[in-house]
């Protein structure tokens, strides 16, 4: 069965200070996708990111960057240098398999508040 | 090229009554996915059409219907409304062939049940 766990329910940093936002994934599939969205109080849902889990380089785009583990079933993000504008909740989720399976499993999200 | 669009952006319905949603896609994706997000169960997937065929389905009862037309718009309808059905719904459009590719969402459908 999969699974998604992000602990973290709140975090609030002041504005430029950084900030990581945990996950913890559960499959039994060696094939997997991860993915990190961004929904802002407008509500929608924005893509982040996605990586194989065949690939585990660290990725850095602009002031966000990932940290992919397998050997603990992590897929952390960091921003760094927080701005007001990164307020909202963060939603890692999982796909499992490769035949092109859209169907997500989200962890219950990280509702991030940069303090001005 | 246009986002997800979906429709009504807003709906107010009584419990008992039945509702259909719609979703057009980004131009050239034909996988289509609907998500119910709620307060207390998170998001969650309800399925998955591809060229016109349910491909995979969340555990959600049958009161939950979806259709995909050719030009892969979708549909999606819930009958015998309840209370709990309140919810964002969201649509998703993804490539949807090989790899499990990125979904872009739309601004999703707010159901209100009263």
């Known amino acids: 069965a999969q699974k998604v766990t992000q602990a973290q329910t709140e975090i609030s940093v002041v504005e430029k200070e950084d900030v990581t936002l945990d996950c913890v994934y559960e499959?039994?599939?060696?094939?997997?996708?991860l993915f990190w969205y961004k929904q802002p109080p407008s509500g929608e849902l924005v893509f982040l990111i996605r990586?194989?889990?065949?690939?585990?380089q660290n990725e850095i785009s602009g002031r966000y960057s990932w940290n992919f583990q397998k050997s603990t079933s992590s897929f952390n993000f960091t921003i760094t240098a927080s701005q007001v504008v990164d307020s909202a909740v963060y939603f890692c989720?999982?796909?499992?398999?490769?035949?092109?399976?859209?169907?997500?499993?989200f962890g219950t999200g990280t509702r991030l508040t940069v303090i001005p | 090229k246009a986002g997800v669009t979906q429709t009504p952006r807003y709906l107010i319905k009584t419990r008992g009554q039945q509702v259909t949603l719609s979703c057009s896609p980004i131009?050239?994706?034909?996988?289509v996915s609907w998500y119910q997000q709620t307060p207390g169960q998170g998001l969650q997937f309800l399925f998955e059409?591809?060229?016109?065929?349910?491909?995979n389905k969340g555990n959600f009862p049958g009161r939950f219907s979806g259709r995909q037309f050719s030009n892969s718009r979708s549909e999606m309808n819930v009958s015998t409304l309840e209370l709990g059905d309140s919810a964002l719904y969201l649509c998703?459009?993804?490539?949807?062939?090989?790899?499990?590719?990125?979904?872009?969402f739309g601004p999703g459908t707010r159901l209100t049940v009263t």
């Open positions: 989720a999982l796909s499992e398999g490769q035949t092109g399976a859209n169907n997500l499993f």
């Open positions: 499959t039994r599939d060696t094939t997997y996708y």
């Open positions: 059409y591809f060229s016109e065929t349910q491909r």
């Open positions: 990586r194989n889990s065949f690939d585990e």
């Open positions: 131009s050239g994706h034909r996988s």
């Open positions: 998703a459009s993804s490539q949807g062939q090989g790899e499990s590719y990125e979904q872009y």
